[in-house]
Each structure stands twice: as C-alpha cells, then as structure tokens.
C-alpha cells in the first residue's frame, strides 16, 4: 500500500504552532479513526505522540494534539520548544493490509 | 517498565536470508498483545514489516508478504523476523515493536543496523 503523505518539511518559532498534515484515502485514513503520530528524533527510536486520531498516552504534553477530516489527520504541535525539532510520522489501519506509515516530516524550530 | 531489545547479524549477503530476535522484558508475549517489526532504510522514512498478536495471527506487509515470517518463542518470551532474498534495497535500521491494539505501537526497541552486502 502507498505511504501517507506528509510535508518534507515544516517550520516555527519558539512559542509558535506548526500543524502537519497526513493525507491517505478511503481504504485507511478515511475510513478508521487509527491515526497514530510518532515523533523520531535523530538516532532514537520513534516515541509515540498521538493514538486513534486525538488521544494522548500518559506523559505526552498536552502541547500536542490531533484531529482528522476526511482522507487528512493533522498533527498540531502548540507553543514549539526546541526539543520539538524532530522527524514526525503519521500512521494509519491499512484495511487487512495492517498498517500504513506517512513519509515523515522533518519539524525545524527557528 | 517495558523493554524489547534486537539481536542478529548486522551483515547479510546478497539473496541470503535475515533473521532477527527480539527479547521482551516486563511483559509476556503470551498476553493480549501484538509483536511487530518496523523497518527505516538510511534517510528515509518508515516501513512496516508486519507483526503476530497473541492469538498467534499473523499479518504482513503486501509488498514485503512473499519474503517475510514473523514468529514467537513463548518459552524464551521473544520473537522473531526472517527476511528472505535480501538485496541492498533492505539495508536499514530494523526496530521490534510492541502494539496494545488500535494500530498504535507503544514500545519500540534500540533498533538494529543491518546491511546488505557481499
């Protein structure tokens, strides 16, 4: 199955808020509300931010939050930080197919 | 505290095969958990592999499906991956993975480096 499409890139300042896109189709993203997001920082293993769309485990702050519409999840991450610079993935339910990854985003504090 | 840890060669030759464990700790394989395997090729993104849940299901990876067996070993509580007619287009980063279900994974191992190379 196809990756999910992010943005290469994205950008902020301090104290800004930078919002990320994952655009997939029907057969996943569009149809289960099992968006994941991962953020991955250089040299570590990915850490999970986000699950079913807009939940938070235990210990993630609430600076990051997630939404769907349609074919497109959003990850949106309020009031950047520095430790915030890091590569983030969406991910989604593929049908029987089990999962599907985005292509990644690389987040950039300014 | 959850904790999986890779282990296996970190060379293969061209069209050998890969074969990967991963040890679990603070948890038992044999719960109502799934066991995957997630992939990163050199400065790219994400692949998944696929994963065994503990009903013993297994489900793959279309692309990767013709190659791949995942499997556990309750007696060690591990799990492993083989990777069959590897070529260089599989060298990557090779990470196991836990997921509690919801198609979310809470816990990722280290990762291994694995390269493909004669």
């Known amino acids: 199955q196809p990756a999910l499409t992010q943005p290469p890139s994205a950008s902020g300042s301090p104290g800004q808020s930078v919002t990320i896109s994952c655009t997939g189709t029907s057969s996943d993203v569009g149809t289960y509300n099992l968006v994941s997001w991962y953020q991955q920082h250089p040299g570590g293993a990915p850490k999970l931010l986000i699950s079913?769309?807009?939940k938070r485990p235990s210990g993630v702050p609430d600076r990051f939050s997630g939404s769907k519409s349609g074919n497109t999840a959003s990850l949106t991450v309020s009031g950047l930080q520095a430790e915030d610079e890091a590569d983030y993935y969406c991910s989604s339910k593929a049908g029987s197919n089990g999962y599907v990854f985005g292509t990644g985003t690389t987040v950039t504090v300014l | 505290q959850v904790q999986l840890q890779e282990s296996g060669p970190g060379l293969v030759k061209p069209s050998g095969t890969l074969s990967l464990s991963c040890a679990v700790s603070?948890?038992?394989?044999?719960?109502?958990?799934?066991w995957g395997w997630v992939r990163q090729p050199p400065g790219q993104g994400l692949e998944w592999i696929g994963d065994?849940?503990?009903?013993?299901?297994?489900t793959y990876n279309p692309s990767l499906m013709s190659r791949v067996t995942i499997s556990v070993d309750r007696s060690k509580n591990q799990f492993s991956l083989t990777l069959s007619s590897m070529t260089a287009a599989d060298t990557a980063i090779y990470y196991c993975?836990?997921?509690?279900?919801?198609?979310?994974?809470?816990?990722w191992g280290q990762g291994t480096q694995v390269t493909v190379s004669s």
């Open positions: 065994v849940c503990h009903t013993g299901t297994t």
């Open positions: 993975a836990r997921s509690p279900g919801w198609y979310r994974i809470d816990y």
């Open positions: 603070g948890d038992s394989i044999s719960r109502g958990n799934c």
């Open positions: 079913e769309v807009n």
